[in-house]
């Protein structure tokens, strides 16, 4: 895809990886939409990038749907759609888990991606061309002791998203499934791992999900690990 005066929505864009996402985009002369929960945080990102920024909460699938309304009142279409936003949950042991954090991590993490995705699809098809782009984790790749909370939230969009990618095989629509390794991100702001400094940086995973887009046919899932 060349990236040039495409439409892109990024969810979660206020910082972290959104926010690299955001500036690669901005670089490579597209139109960039960035949307985030936390208005502050939002319009500093977007003053600094020159992005143009939409408040959403994207466990509200009200206003997703009011995010592609606007992004196609303004543009006219929507030609990227990165569904980013996300929490993160500390290891912690089942017999522990706080079920209200974990039902709050399922509405960020899976029901946003399926909202986004649902919205995103359906002017996709419309317009008949697009891509899909679900930010997961490596850990919906496999299990890992104290963090089953966090694994389920994940594995359940990466299952949403690999129904999807069969339902768009037909179309013009691509549908890509990103599992990132550690990440240093706000996300840990609450309570740093100990290998922290090891984690890769947000600008590097989001040269790789670009490169990976600019590709005449992107492979439909790109896991991204740490080196060694």
Same mark, same amino acid.
């Given at each position: 895809?060349?990236? =040039?005066?495409?439409?892109?929505? @990024? ?23 960035? &949307? %985030? ?28 749907? %009011?995010?592609? /309304?606007?992004?196609? /009142? ?7 759609? @990165? ?7 500390? #290891? ?10 974990? #039902? ?12 986004? &995705? ?6 996709? =098809?419309?317009? %008949?061309?697009?891509? @899909?782009?679900?930010?997961? &984790?490596? &850990?919906?790749?496999?299990?890992? +002791? ?37 990440? /240093? ?6 309570? =740093? ?15 790789? @999900? ?7 046919? +992107? ?5 991204? =690990?740490?080196?060694?």
């Amino acid at each position: 895809m060349i990236l =040039k005066n495409k439409v892109v929505v @990024i969810t979660g864009a206020g910082r972290g990886l959104g926010k690299a996402l955001a500036v690669l985009f901005m670089t490579a002369e597209a139109k960039v939409v960035i &949307s %985030d929960y936390e208005q502050d945080g939002l319009q500093k990102t977007a003053n600094e990038i020159g992005a143009y920024p939409l408040v959403t909460n994207v466990t509200n699938e009200n206003e997703v749907i %009011d995010l592609a /309304k606007t992004v196609v /009142k303004k543009y006219g279409t929507i030609d990227v759609w @990165i569904n980013n936003a996300g929490i993160w949950l500390p #290891h912690t042991p089942v017999e522990e888990l706080d079920m209200k954090k974990v #039902h709050n991590a399922m509405e960020v993490n899976a029901f946003g991606t399926m909202y986004g &995705s649902k919205t995103a699809y359906i002017q996709m =098809k419309k317009q %008949d061309s697009g891509a @899909i782009i679900n930010i997961m &984790s490596v &850990s919906a790749l496999s299990g890992r +002791p104290g963090s089953a909370g966090y694994c389920a939230t994940k594995y359940a969009i990466s299952g949403f998203t690999k129904s999807l990618q069969l339902e768009a095989k037909n179309t013009r629509i691509q549908v890509i499934g990103v599992y990132p390794d550690k990440m /240093k991100t706000n996300l840990f702001d609450e309570d =740093k791992p100990d290998d922290y400094d090891t984690f890769m940086d947000p600008a590097y995973v989001a040269q790789i @999900i670009l490169n990976n887009l600019t590709q005449e046919t +992107p492979p439909e899932e790109l896991i991204i =690990k740490r080196t060694p």
